[in-house]
C-alpha cells in the first residue's frame, strides 16, 4: 500500500508557471512507474504525465509537451510536476498515481490548479 499526497496547486494567471510535489509513504517510490491527471469540471480525467521507476522515461500529453515536465526524486519519494505557460484550459484537479504494472493503483486526493485569463 501506498499513500499518496500532492500539494503545490494554487490560483495563477494565464503564462505562469506551478511546481505540483507528489510525496509518497508506505513503500519505497522507486518501485513504482509515476504518473500526472488531470480532471476539468465537466469533463473526464484525461493523461498529463508519466514518468518511469528511475527516471529515465517520461511521457506527455500532447496538450503539456513542451509546457510540463515531469521528474522524480526517488530519495525524497516525490514526484514532481512542473507547468510553466500555463493556460485556462490547463485548470483542473491534478492528481498523481502510481503502478507497480499495468494500471494505476494508487490515487492521491487531487490539488486544484485554476489558471485565470
Known amino acids: 500500500q501506498v499513500q499518496l499526497v500532492e500539494s503545490g496547486g494554487g490560483l495563477v494567471q494565464a503564462g505562469d508557471s506551478l511546481r505540483l510535489s507528489c510525496a509518497a509513504s508506505g513503500r519505497t517510490l522507486s518501485n513504482y512507474y509515476m504518473g500526472w491527471f488531470r480532471q476539468g469540471s465537466g469533463k473526464e480525467r484525461e493523461f498529463v504525465a508519466a514518468?518511469?521507476?528511475?527516471?529515465?522515461?517520461?511521457y506527455y500529453a500532447d496538450s503539456v509537451k513542451g509546457r510540463f515536465t515531469i521528474s522524480r526524486d526517488n530519495a525524497k519519494n516525490t514526484v514532481y510536476l512542473q507547468m510553466n505557460s500555463l493556460k485556462p484550459e490547463d485548470t483542473a484537479v491534478y492528481y498523481c498515481?502510481?503502478?507497480?504494472?499495468?494500471?494505476?493503483?494508487?490515487w492521491g486526493q487531487g490539488t486544484q490548479v485554476t489558471v485565470s485569463s
Open positions: 514518468i518511469s521507476w528511475g527516471g529515465a522515461n517520461t
Open positions: 498515481a502510481a503502478k507497480r504494472v499495468q494500471t494505476y493503483d494508487y
